[in-house]
């Protein structure tokens, strides 16, 4: 019997630009920049053995935000508004934290099990820092502000700037009217259906253990675990 070793090496082809293979482990990473379908070929090559193997895989993305037009419910409007696909994972609040204490920002660490588990432990105010160190970030004109300055730093207590078109947390109208489906909703008992083994991790079928965001079936608007 033989076995891959420290001289096997790992190429891609096919790879969209904003992803990178590591030629030592093959782990494949990076950040999608555009949604769409892309077919990639692995090659390890080991040079001890002169063997390659090859496999192809088929990698999709889908846009992280989706727009979910407006409606009633229950007496109250709900404006249209935009809302991420997925929860914040443990990789995208690392990724955001590491550039905004860079930047002038004060904002703590966030538990995940996984790079693509939901980010968890966190509080209030670093969480609207974060929103805003992401505005920032990605050119947007932050929400949360103290006195008309952009909350970066501290625990005062922010308000809402409804002109900024940056980040922020939906209100209880917007996941209400969202996990419901909004005007696609079919009524169901869960956010995505009846079956709720379907929909969402829980107690009984997750071992007791977060688990990667979208790993479940999404609801009428493409939006996953939000039971």
């Given at each position: 019997a033989t076995t891959w070793n420290s001289t096997t090496t790992y190429t891609a082809s096919g790879l969209p630009a904003w992803l990178t293979i590591n030629s030592t482990t093959g782990v494949i990473s990076g950040t999608p920049a555009t949604a769409g379908n892309f077919t990639v070929t692995l090659t390890a090559a080991n040079q001890n053995l002169q063997q390659n193997a090859t496999a192809t895989l088929s990698l999709s993305f889908l846009e992280p935000f989706v727009d979910v037009a407006g409606g009633s419910r229950y007496g109250t409007r709900v404006p249209p508004f935009r809302i991420a696909r997925t929860e914040t994972t443990g990789a995208d609040?690392?990724?955001?934290?590491?550039?905004?204490?860079?930047?002038?920002?004060?904002?703590?660490?966030?538990?995940?099990?996984?790079?693509?588990?939901?980010?968890?432990?966190?509080?209030?105010?670093?969480?609207?820092?974060?929103?805003?160190?992401?505005?920032?970030?990605?050119?947007?004109?932050?929400?949360?502000?103290?006195?008309?300055?952009?909350?970066?730093?501290?625990?005062?207590?922010?308000?809402?700037?409804?002109?900024?078109?940056?980040?922020?947390?939906?209100?209880?109208?917007?996941?209400?009217?969202?996990?419901?489906?909004?005007?696609?909703?079919?009524?169901?008992?869960?956010?995505?259906?009846?079956?709720?083994?379907?929909?969402?991790?829980?107690?009984?079928?997750?071992?007791?253990?977060?688990?990667?965001?979208?790993?479940?079936?999404?609801?009428?608007?493409?939006?996953?675990?939000?039971?």
């Amino acid at each position: 019997a033989t076995t891959w070793n420290s001289t096997t090496t790992y190429t891609a082809s096919g790879l969209p630009a904003w992803l990178t293979i590591n030629s030592t482990t093959g782990v494949i990473s990076g950040t999608p920049a555009t949604a769409g379908n892309f077919t990639v070929t692995l090659t390890a090559a080991n040079q001890n053995l002169q063997q390659n193997a090859t496999a192809t895989l088929s990698l999709s993305f889908l846009e992280p935000f989706v727009d979910v037009a407006g409606g009633s419910r229950y007496g109250t409007r709900v404006p249209p508004f935009r809302i991420a696909r997925t929860e914040t994972t443990g990789a995208d609040w690392d990724e955001v934290r590491d550039w905004a204490l860079k930047n002038g920002y004060s904002i703590g660490n966030a538990t995940a099990t996984g790079p693509l588990n939901p980010a968890a432990s966190v509080s209030w105010i670093n969480v609207v820092k974060w929103c805003n160190a992401k505005s920032e970030r990605d050119g947007l004109e932050p929400v949360y502000k103290v006195n008309g300055a952009v909350l970066r730093t501290g625990s005062s207590s922010p308000s809402a700037d409804p002109a900024a078109n940056g980040y922020r947390l939906p209100n209880e109208a917007e996941w209400a009217w969202a996990a419901r489906g909004g005007l696609q909703g079919g009524n169901f008992t869960y956010s995505g259906g009846n079956s709720l083994d379907a929909v969402a991790w829980f107690a009984a079928n997750s071992g007791g253990q977060s688990r990667p965001v979208a790993g479940k079936a999404p609801n009428e608007l493409g939006l996953y675990d939000m039971n």
